[in-house]
T-cell receptor, first 113, second 111 residues
C-alpha cells in the first residue's frame, strides 16, 4: 500500500521566493497533519485538517505560512515570502481517525538561502 | 505546558544487548502512547503503540506503560546495529488530535 507521499523531497530556493510543498495522504485517512522538524525545536505541529477542513492552525508560525486541502487526497503548505529561518524538514502525516496512529511521509528538506 | 521528556543520549549498547529507552510525560489525561523510530535523514516510522497499563510485545520490541507513574518505555531485545536511530516518544490525550513529541533518544548499537 502506498504511504503518505510528499513532494518535492528537496527544495533549495532564495529568500523571498514562494515555496509550495505537497502532500498526498494515505487513501481513506481523514486526518492530515503538517509538521516542521528542526534540531533546535524538534517536531512541531503546524496545522491539522479533519475531513479536508482546517481544525487547528495555531502552530503556523506567521501569516507567511498558509495551508490548503482542496480534497481528500491532496494538501499544500505554502510559504510566501520565504526566509532563511524557514529552513527545516517539513513532514506531512495522516491517520485514519483521532484514535489511530499517524503515519509520516518522507518529508521535504527545505533550504532557504 | 504539557511536556514529554526523553534523555537525548546517545545511549550506546553492544550488539545483542537489551536497549531500554524511557519517556515521561506531564499530562495525566494522556491515553495513547507511541514510539517512532527515525533514522538520520529519514521520516519517523511508527514501531509501537500502547494504550493500557502493562507490557505490549511485538517481535524484539516491548513497550511498557505505567500511567500512575506517567512513564512509558521501549525495550529492544537482541539489539542490532540496524536499530541505531533516534527514538521518538509521542503522547496523546483521548479525544484530541495533538501528539506531543519528545525530542528523542539517540541509540547507538555497537557491533
Amino acid at each position: 500500500d502506498a504511504g503518505v507521499i510528499q513532494s518535492p523531497r528537496h527544495e533549495v530556493t532564495e529568500m523571498g521566493q514562494e515555496v509550495t510543498l505537497r502532500c498526498k495522504p494515505i487513501s481513506g485517512h481523514n486526518s492530515l497533519f503538517w509538521y516542521r522538524q528542526t534540531m533546535m525545536r524538534g517536531l512541531e505541529l503546524l496545522i491539522y485538517f479533519n475531513n479536508n477542513v482546517p481544525i487547528d492552525d495555531s502552530g503556523m508560525p506567521e501569516d507567511r505560512f498558509s495551508a490548503k486541502m482542496p480534497n481528500a487526497s491532496f494538501s499544500t503548505l505554502k510559504i510566501q515570502p520565504s526566509e532563511p529561518r524557514d529552513s527545516a524538514v517539513y513532514f506531512c502525516a495522516s491517520s485514519l481517525g483521532l484514535e489511530q496512529p499517524q503515519h509520516f511521509g518522507d518529508g521535504t528538506r527545505l533550504s532557504i538561502l | 505546558q504539557k511536556e514529554v521528556e526523553q534523555n537525548s543520549g546517545p545511549l550506546s549498547v553492544p550488539e545483542g544487548a537489551i536497549a531500554s529507552l524511557n519517556c515521561t510525560y506531564s499530562d495525566r489525561v494522556s491515553q495513547s502512547f507511541f514510539w517512532y523510530r527515525q533514522y538520520s535523514g529519514k521520516s519517523p516510522e511508527l514501531i509501537m503503540s500502547i494504550y493500557s497499563n502493562g507490557d505490549k510485545e511485538d517481535g524484539r520490541f516491548t513497550a511498557q506503560l505505567n500511567k500512575a507513574s506517567q512513564y512509558v518505555s521501549l525495550l529492544i531485545r537482541d539489539s542490532q546495529p540496524s536499530d541505531s536511530a533516534t527514538y521518538l516518544c509521542a503522547v496523546k490525550a483521548s479525544g484530541t488530535y495533538k501528539y506531543i513529541f519528545g525530542t528523542g533518544t539517540r541509540l547507538k548499537v555497537l557491533a
